[in-house]
């Protein structure tokens, strides 16, 4: 679940980064995307109802501009959430110092914004850099990893995937910055994803809204639902690819780049030892599978035997039972592995070392049976660890 492959740099985008004092740690923390005309666009945003500005002020210009950016500022270290109408002033007061120097409107600047709430957004420090950022910009595989690298926070490693269209001609390319709060709702999550195929703002959000319902929609690493929360797609038409005559292709690409950078999220949870590959099956429909999946994944103690790499399937069974769903327990079947370990709410026999063994994996898998239909999910969760605690317990001192 790392990056893997070429990256396919989609044609009429520009990258940057800059170091500008927001980070204690000193590490880049502001990061540009650049559109060489305006672009197409869509988003999605968090369903917490807490939003942070970046949230506010970028979905409302999407609105104002229909649909159409040309560049895409983002901080790192500070989320400017809960920061009042101060915060509100300074996020608008970014994009229009950036449209300033760029002749165009503030509303085709995009914002985004991770890191701590509740601390106000050092906006002169941001807007000091911004010239040096659009004169740094460029269009290389090095400049689009510098941009990976800035918006990163607890993340210990890039997030990156790339699917090339028409044999080349045009790609789908994805960068994604999420450790931890993550339960995309749609997490601390950011993805932008990238390419120069031709496309409306219509055509993108409905191709976004079905490629993240099946991927970052299907993971959670602990329950929590960030505030700043944003998937953004952009098409910059520069490789005069019609996205309408490549629809099946560049929606299963979508979703592949959708689905490599939703592994490497969780993969990359703080604190994580145990990526669990949870399939619920003989659901009735794909909500019901999903509210099983949730409830077995939120359990503090599903997860935190997942990190012992117990095969503590009584757990999952009361999770399953306190999901809202009305199961009859004695159609409900867990399987550790291939090893069938419950049945009818009761124990089966089976090796528990093989299934100790199972858990013990980097990643392993585990099979519910719900018996009440014949829908299923595929849910990608993790284990809760110790590190977990210490990274969180100490995250804003």
């Known amino acids: 679940m790392t990056e893997s492959g070429p990256i396919f740099l989609p044609k009429g985008f520009k990258f940057s980064s800059a170091t500008v004092g927001i980070k204690a740690s000193g590490k880049p923390d502001l990061a540009l995307i650049l559109a060489d005309r305006p672009t197409s666009a869509a988003a999605l945003f968090t369903k917490n109802f807490v939003t942070a500005a970046p949230v506010e002020v970028g979905r409302g210009s999407l609105v104002k501009s229909h649909g159409l950016v040309r560049a895409v500022i983002v901080n790192s270290g500070n989320a400017n959430?809960?920061?009042?109408?101060?915060?509100?002033?300074?996020?608008?007061?970014?994009?229009?110092?950036?449209?300033?120097?760029?002749?165009?409107?503030?509303?085709?600047?995009?914002?985004?914004?991770?890191?701590?709430i509740g601390v106000p957004l050092p906006v002169e420090k941001i807007s000091a850099q911004l010239k040096s950022l659009l004169e740094k910009s460029g269009a290389s595989p090095d400049h689009f990893r510098q941009f990976a690298s800035a918006v990163l926070t607890t993340d210990t490693r890039l997030k990156l995937a790339s699917i090339p269209l028409r044999?080349?001609?045009a790609a789908v390319t994805g960068v994604a910055k999420g450790s931890g709060m993550i339960?995309?709702?749609?997490?601390?999550?950011?993805?932008?994803?990238?390419?120069?195929?031709?496309?409306?703002?219509?055509?993108?959000?409905?191709?976004?809204?079905?490629a993240c319902a099946e991927t970052f929609n299907t993971i959670s690493i602990d329950g929590d639902t960030s505030t700043n929360d944003t998937v953004l797609l952009l098409a910059s038409g520069a490789s005069g690819v019609r996205m309408r005559s490549v629809q099946k292709e560049f929606e299963k690409a979508l979703r592949g780049v959708c689905q490599s950078l939703a592994e490497q999220i969780v993969a990359d949870g703080e604190g994580v030892q145990h990526v669990i590959h949870l399939r619920i099956e003989q659901a009735k429909d794909r909500a019901e599978a999903l509210r099983v999946a949730r409830a077995i994944s939120h359990s503090l103690l599903v997860k935190t035997a997942w990190a012992g790499a117990d095969p503590n399937w009584g757990r999952i069974l009361a999770a399953v039972g306190r999901s809202g769903v009305r199961v009859n327990p004695n159609r409900v079947t867990i399987f550790i592995g291939a090893q069938k370990v419950c049945s009818a709410s009761t124990a089966c026999v089976f090796d528990e070392r093989a299934a100790h063994e199972e858990l013990s994996k980097a990643e392993s898998r585990v099979i519910v049976q719900l018996g009440r239909g014949r829908a299923r999910l595929d849910f990608l969760t993790t284990d809760l660890t110790t590190d977990y605690v210490r990274i969180n317990a100490d995250y804003s001192t």
């Open 81 to 116: 959430c809960a920061t009042g109408r101060a915060g509100m002033r300074a996020c608008q007061k970014v994009c229009s110092d950036l449209a300033q120097f760029l002749n165009i409107k503030p509303v085709e600047v995009f914002p985004s914004s991770t890191g701590i």
């Open 183 to 210: 339960h995309p709702q749609l997490a601390t999550m950011l993805v932008y994803l990238l390419t120069d195929a031709i496309a409306t703002p219509a055509e993108l959000r409905r191709s976004l809204r079905n």
């Open 167 to 169: 044999n080349g001609k």
